[in-house]
């Protein structure tokens, strides 16, 4: 009995070390798909990186064809009404919405779309990453709302004070990965694309240095 607990113990181990080694995480837990895509948008919009990712990983683990039960579609998890929005503060002619919304599981079109969106709710939430996610998650109005009434500040950081107790454990989830990301992939560089032409109305509208 002794010597079965002991080789349980000793592959326990074994599995440990294995899975801590950053080859094997970057592989198997913590792997970075869609990479040129998520670093060129994400450049583009003045949003971190890795942030991009980490949310993509919780909210779909990567699956181009994912579906939510409540519309919510591809990596990002992006709902064709706020797809709509989104194509309209980037100019968008009606055309382009159109074939957009269409063709939203197309990881170039989701991940141009999600990393946008996050841009956009950390500057409405003035940078706090915490409210940005909540929103992302729950919506801005439900965020707002919790905001007003529980008086919070910009400064805002208590993910356990979340009221929705899915958003608490998405936020959560988010950040966690995040961090992760940056310890695995944080020290290698790269060099982001020339920003398209038809993008530059939502630089000029927030200011942005390309």
Known sequence: ?????????????????????????????????????????????KVDKFLAIA?????????????????????????????????????????????????????????????????????EFKGNDVLALAAYNAGRGNVHEWIEKNNWSENFSDADKIPYPETRDYVKRVLHCREKYFELYGTENFVSAPIALHELRFARLKNLTL
């Open 55 to 123: 949310v993509m990983k919780v909210e779909s683990n990567f699956s181009e064809e994912a579906h939510s039960c409540s519309g919510a579609i591809g990596l990002m998890q992006i709902m064709p009404e706020t797809a709509a929005w989104i194509a309209y503060q980037l100019g968008e002619t009606p055309e382009e919405v159109a074939d957009d919304i269409e063709n939203l599981h197309d990881p170039e079109k989701n991940i141009r779309y999600g990393t946008w969106y996050l841009a956009e709710l950390k500057d």
């Open 1 to 45: 009995m002794l010597k079965k607990f002991l080789a349980l113990c000793a592959a326990l181990t074994m599995i440990y070390f294995f899975v801590s080694v950053p080859a094997v995480q970057k592989k198997f837990l913590y792997p970075f798909p869609y990479r040129s895509t998520v670093e060129n948008y994400s450049s583009r919009w």
